[in-house]
């Protein structure tokens, strides 16, 4: 590592590594009232009776807040999807209705955290039951509702809704079902927040995805002018999307805050966090892939089904891509969500791809075996071909796959499944790839502002964030770079909805954005004083940088000013961006014990220009990761009779852990988006979760002649 040069050196590592870091429940004052939450014990329901007397007579308790006691001060929230900052329309305080396990009934707050919990542990109520419905195994009836619908070419034979089978069809088809399972977010800082008000404004400390987002809808639903509130998120310990919308304990923690006229801080549990906020919804799909016996796919139908709330619609459906990467001349998609009596789903790392990524490149994997042909090579011959809409993407894929391919020594591959053994481990191994992909999202309006010091130090400020995906690091090179002066003399400042407006740390878009207005801003300094590197001004000098998004209008710049999300989307025709790469994937298959073990995973991605090799291939390989571990381990345990997640906390809910990581190696192209401006960086935060589990359990089947379809993998699902 050498400062200042486009190193590896990431800015808050010494701080993270030593401990140093002070999280948002490390902040805090003498002062500070403790909150604690009650959460509702049936799915469905109303409460008839909510007794909070005896919490309320306990020595220290200052407040109960319920929907008995919130009054007025509370308005109404508005759901992203509607144009607001919510993670959820439904404001759980706002009347006697549950609409999911999990859900707040209650926030006690009290002098401490001791006299909170106790006196939470009095409250008694009693919530009149209704059947719920959570899963996805009676989906297709009639409260199903369609959102993405497209169609190319002539319909696929044998595709649902066509009647009739395939009739005088040569070639290869594969019809298959595929479903994921509800998946929690488990970043290592749990959910926690602290409202204060002072100097006649909310200060909220809260780690955020989007602070600027977060303090309007705070201000919004606190009948406040937005001037009014600042959302601070210095440091974020993971956020994977747990933490891009405001939810609503953030909510009650500031109306405790400004009913009491005292700072009141809320650290929520790690299991409580399950309902809190969004988790992943569960998928089922169902997959129609034929080609002919030349190994063309000819068409391709992907239904798919996923949860969402009674309260907000989630469009997420993310077969689009998948129709992209490859040039079928039939398509047929269809997508529903499937209103339930749940928290309402949301982003989790490539929220719209990965369960599509994982149920096709199954099926591709599929089709391959029984055309007996290389499942690497039925992905090349089908690629999109120059002129195509996204053909520069999959050039760049074509090269994925092959240099992947060849880090990996996919040539040294046995076909037949079962045919490969380690003679130490006596472990069955397999061998399997898969393709990955991420729209090009293009972000949105980003200002920063530069100080340059008598001391000779320029400070980098923006109301971005870095979640540990090296944002920070990411601007800090930038600027030292473009200034010509070492890496310690640029300060980044983050996390502060005072600070020069930023979009959200979402669609794998920030630090591209975040980039190109830091460099903006050292244009005008450089230009304001050219001089200001060699010699410090005598008093601070600042310079304000802008970044538009290319394709943003007028009105979505100023949608953006108002604190909105608008983010510029995903292209189409020649100028398609999206992020492409290759999975290859060794598993170890004990097929006595039924145990899989990840042994080897080798990635090759084109993101573009790199702005950061660490903070890059650390983005890369944990997303390649987190995909195994989706593969082998994750799963809310949905129970249809309880109407709830059983395994909420990381004692039941299982993770990829340090001892089941296997080697990684991410090859990254290298080669700057010609239409990526003057950064030339594409999306890479969320790639690398994208095809990796399908590249799994492709490796599982290659193993030991099992095909699993529904994930997490079972023991019982490859044995013997
Ligand atoms: Mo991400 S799931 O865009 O935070």
């Not at 909310?202 to 602070?211: G, R």
């Not at 149920?359 to 391959?368: K, T, V, W």
């Amino acid at each position: 590592m050498t400062d200042g040069s486009r190193s590896g050196a990431r800015i808050d590592a010494i701080a993270k590594v030593t401990g140093r870091v002070r999280y948002a429940s490390d902040h805090g004052s003498a002062r500070d009232l403790h909150g604690v939450l009650v959460q509702a014990d049936a799915a469905k329901g109303r409460i008839v009776r909510l007794d909070t007397g005896a919490a309320e007579a306990q020595p220290g308790v200052r407040l109960v807040l319920t929907h008995h006691t919130i009054g007025t001060g509370v308005g109404v929230g508005t759901f992203l999807y509607d144009g607001g900052h919510f993670h959820s329309s439904f404001a759980p305080l706002s009347g006697p209705d549950v609409r999911f396990h999990g859900q707040m009934i209650a926030l006690v707050v009290a002098e401490t955290p001791e006299d909170a919990r106790y006196a939470a542990s009095l409250i008694t109520w009693q919530i009149e039951r209704e059947p719920a419905l959570v899963g996805l195994a009676d989906a297709g009836r009639d409260d199903d509702l369609e959102i993405y619908r497209l169609d190319v070419g002539d319909s696929v034979a044998g595709q649902p809704g066509t009647g009739g089978g395939g009739g005088d069809f040569r070639g290869a088809r594969v019809e298959r079902t595929y479903s994921t399972a509800e998946q929690l977010h488990q970043p290592l800082e749990p959910y926690a927040t602290r409202a204060e008000w002072t100097g006649g404004r909310l200060i909220v400390e809260s780690p955020s995805q989007w602070v600027v987002g977060e303090a309007r809808g705070l201000a919004e639903v606190l009948g406040l002018d937005p001037s009014a509130v600042r959302v601070v998120s210095p440091v974020v310990g993971g956020a994977f999307g747990s933490r891009v919308l405001l939810l609503w304990h953030t909510v009650y923690v500031a109306e405790a805050a400004r009913r009491l006229g005292r700072p009141v801080r809320l650290h929520v549990g790690r299991a409580q966090m399950a309902t809190l906020g969004s988790f992943r919804a569960a998928t089922r799909h169902s997959v129609l892939v034929e080609a002919d016996t030349d190994g063309r796919v000819t068409g391709y139908c992907h239904q798919v089904r996923s949860q969402t709330s009674r309260s907000d619609v989630v469009p997420l459906p993310g077969t689009s891509l998948t129709s992209r990467i490859y040039d079928i001349p039939r398509q047929h998609h269809r997508e529903w969500v499937v209103p339930r009596d749940l928290p309402t789903p949301g982003f989790m790392r490539a929220p719209l791809e990965y369960p599509a990524a994982f149920a096709f490149e199954s099926a591709m994997d599929e089709l391959a075996l029984s055309l007996d042909i290389d499942p690497l090579d039925l992905r090349l011959r089908n690629l999109a071909a120059p002129g195509a809409g996204p053909a520069p993407a999959t050039r760049h894929l074509a090269r994925c796959l092959r240099e992947g391919a060849q880090r990996f020594g996919w040539d040294r591959r046995n076909r037949s499944p079962g045919s490969m053994r380690d003679a130490v481990t006596e472990e069955v191994l397999g061998w399997g790839m898969a393709v990955a992909h991420y729209p090009g999202y293009r972000g949105g309006l980003t200002r920063c502002r530069i100080t340059a010091t008598p001391a000779g130090r320029f400070v980098v400020s923006l109301a971005a964030h870095d979640p540990g995906t090296g944002l920070a690091s990411a601007v800090a090179v930038a600027v030292a770079e473009a200034l010509g002066v070492s890496l310690h003399r640029v300060r980044v400042e983050l996390g502060d909805s005072d600070l020069p407006l930023a979009p959200m740390a979402a669609g794998s878009a920030s630090s591209g954005t975040a980039v190109a207005a830091a460099l903006d801003a050292v244009d005008r300094l450089v230009h304001s004083c050219a001089d200001v590197v060699r010699h410090p001004p005598d008093r601070e000098l600042t310079a304000d940088g802008t970044h538009v998004p290319e394709g943003y209008t007028e009105s979505q710049v100023a949608a953006a000013l108002d604190g909105n999300f608008q983010q510029s989307g995903a292209g189409t025709g020649a100028d398609f961006r999206l992020s492409v790469g290759a999975h290859f994937v060794e598993v170890g298959v004990d097929v006595v014990a039924g145990r899989v073990r990840v042994r080897r995973m080798v990635g090759a991605f084109d993101v573009g220009a790199v702005l950061h090799p660490t903070a890059l291939s650390g983005q890369l390989e944990a997303g390649m990761l987190w995909g195994a571990g989706h593969a082998l381990m994750e799963d809310a345990r949905l129970d249809g009779r309880a109407g709830r997640f059983l395994a909420t906390g990381l004692t039941d809910y299982h993770v990829l852990v340090h001892a089941d990581t296997p080697s990684v190696d991410v090859v990254v192209l290298g080669d700057r988006d010609p239409q990526g401006g003057r950064v030339g960086a594409k999306g890479a935060g969320e790639l690398g979760v994208v095809g990796s589990s399908a590249a799994v359990t492709n490796a599982i089947h290659h193993a030991t002649g099992h095909r699993v379809r529904d994930l997490p993998v079972r023991a019982e699902d490859v044995l013997g």
